[in-house]
């Protein structure tokens, strides 16, 4: 079994709660606009982390980071990137690319908007995050953790920030 922490759109903006919340984690998933190499060092300094690069992403992080991720995790197919859309409206490319090779869990960010769902016709579940940082139109901040175990993804919590 695999705890893990999700999180995206930080831009730069360090949390310590992010350390609390993600303390007991085996993995820190990070969906994009990091905002700085620094925040990526310290969230691995919690627990391994995979990141995607962001559209506000440059230097170091695009050097580091993809702007795609497709991994396994327990038994669990995952496919994460920055933009990828929402669950009624999928970026063209991310949307034949979940047709054709279907990860069962999406992980993305860049809307600000907390999204998890099981979009109708696909067979995934979608989960975007929100934002971690203070960036943005959000009202309210947010991270995602879960547990995998197996083919069985559960326990999936949503974290407020305020």
């Keep these: 079994m695999k705890r893990i922490g999700i999180l995206s759109d930080t831009h730069a903006y360090w949390d310590d709660r992010y350390a609390h919340y993600f303390a007991a984690c085996d993995e820190i998933w990070h969906a994009g606009d990091i905002g700085s190499y620094e925040l990526a060092e310290r969230l691995s300094q919690i627990a391994p982390l995979r990141a995607v690069c962001g559209n506000i992403d ?60 099981r979009p109708k016709g696909y067979s995934h579940l979608h989960i975007n995050p929100g934002a971690a940082g203070i960036s943005g139109f959000q009202r309210q901040r947010t991270l995602v953790r879960l547990q995998i175990d197996g083919s069985t993804i559960s326990n999936v919590e949503v974290v407020e920030l305020g």
């Design 58 to 117: 440059g230097g170091t992080i695009r050097l580091v980071y993809p702007p795609l991720l497709r991994f396994r995790c327990e038994d669990v197919e995952v496919m994460m990137t920055h933009i990828g859309g929402k669950p009624e409206r999928y970026e063209p490319t991310i949307a034949r690319m979940l047709r054709l090779s279907p990860p069962n869990l999406f992980v993305c960010g860049h809307s600000h908007i907390l999204c998890i769902a």
